[in-house]
């Protein structure tokens, strides 16, 4: 059993719809991804594995953090959106790239460390595929307390590295947060194929032009595209092909038991 089977087989105990979006609005994303949770909590849909894009860009904030840390004013004149996540964690700018929601029950004795484990063992693997080189397991867990104090650039998901997540040259490379409803689990995932997300600088509320450009260049410095890590640019169509195929293609192992017929895959 290879380790994409592995973890697969360790996130979802049975079925599962592999759930393929498209593009879509800051407000259907996280109302999508909300309302799947509370219908898996319930018993009503089966746990999924869902990729989607934003049109147009958004600006998400995590659950508890405070709106008053966005220029909202601001991200109308770009014409970005403003959403609450379900998840936790700092704001993002979702612009050039594939995100990730992972909504499942934990079984008696799990926990979200290996999930959040696990889903990265599947995401490495997929853009490792097709090239990515350099990606590794960040090892060490940041001091949150002390990066929190640094006001310029705390208010940034990708201003720091947790462990388990992947990083390029020890740059940060794919931005998670979790949340537990009870025992379901919902998990997301920004992965930056390219440029633009350093741009979450521009709205941030009540910073001058000194403090935007600290914390541009700390996130350029901290945190890397999946394009970078590959050396050409990889786009969204082939982010979702990779991460798609390496699932696919761990089910149909002919040396593992698993019952790919079992698994659901819905394009929506």
């Given at each position: 059993?290879?380790?994409?089977l592995r973890a697969i087989n360790n996130i979802f105990s049975?079925?599962?719809?592999?759930?393929?979006?498209?593009?879509?609005?800051?407000?259907?994303?996280?109302?999508?991804?909300?309302?799947?949770?509370?219908?898996?909590?319930?018993?009503?849909?089966?746990?999924?594995?869902?990729?989607?894009?934003?049109?147009?860009?958004?600006?998400?904030?995590?659950?508890?953090?405070?709106?008053?840390?966005?220029?909202?004013?601001?991200?109308?004149?770009?014409?970005?959106?403003?959403?609450?996540?379900?998840?936790?964690?700092?704001a993002v700018l979702h612009a050039?790239?594939?995100?990730?929601?992972?909504?499942?029950?934990?079984?008696?004795?799990?926990?979200?460390?290996?999930?959040?484990?696990?889903?990265?063992?599947?995401?490495?693997?997929?853009?490792?595929?097709?090239?990515?080189?350099?990606?590794?397991?960040?090892?060490?867990?940041?001091?949150?307390?002390?990066?929190?104090?640094?006001?310029?650039?705390?208010?940034?998901?990708?201003?720091?590295?947790?462990?388990?997540?992947?990083?390029?040259?020890?740059?940060?490379?794919?931005?998670?947060?979790?949340?537990?409803?009870?025992?379901?689990?919902?998990?997301?995932?920004?992965?930056?194929?390219?440029?633009?997300?350093?741009?979450?600088?521009?709205?941030?509320?009540?910073?001058?032009?000194?403090?935007?450009?600290?914390?541009?260049?700390?996130?350029?410095?901290?945190?890397?595209?999946?394009?970078?890590?590959?050396?050409?640019?990889?786009?969204?169509?082939?982010?979702?092909?990779?991460?798609?195929?390496?699932?696919?293609?761990?089910?149909?192992?002919?040396?593992?038991?698993?019952?790919?017929?079992?698994?659901?895959?819905?394009?929506?």
């Amino acid at each position: 059993m290879n380790d994409v089977l592995r973890a697969i087989n360790n996130i979802f105990s049975d079925d599962f719809e592999l759930v393929l979006s498209g593009l879509s609005s800051g407000e259907y994303n996280m109302e999508y991804d909300l309302e799947r949770t509370n219908q898996v909590a319930k018993g009503l849909s089966q746990p999924i594995f869902r990729l989607y894009g934003w049109k147009p860009w958004a600006v998400s904030l995590g659950a508890n953090q405070k709106i008053l840390d966005i220029d909202k004013k601001k991200c109308e004149e770009y014409g970005w959106s403003v959403v609450y996540r379900p998840t936790g964690g700092r704001a993002v700018l979702h612009a050039n790239e594939i995100t990730y929601a992972v909504v499942t029950k934990l079984a008696p004795g799990q926990t979200s460390h290996s999930i959040y484990r696990d889903i990265h063992i599947i995401l490495l693997e997929a853009f490792k595929s097709i090239g990515c080189k350099e990606l590794e397991f960040h090892k060490a867990q940041p001091n949150f307390r002390d990066l929190y104090k640094n006001e310029d650039v705390s208010v940034s998901c990708f201003a720091s590295t947790a462990r388990y997540e992947i990083s390029y040259k020890g740059r940060k490379v794919i931005g998670s947060a979790q949340r537990l409803f009870g025992d379901t689990l919902l998990q997301h995932g920004s992965i930056p194929l390219d440029s633009g997300y350093e741009l979450i600088a521009e709205v941030i509320n009540n910073s001058n032009d000194t403090k935007k450009n600290i914390l541009r260049e700390y996130l350029l410095s901290h945190s890397a595209t999946i394009s970078e890590s590959a050396g050409r640019k990889i786009t969204y169509d082939e982010a979702l092909n990779a991460i798609f195929n390496i699932i696919v293609k761990s089910n149909f192992d002919l040396n593992s038991k698993s019952d790919f017929s079992k698994k659901n895959v819905i394009l929506n």
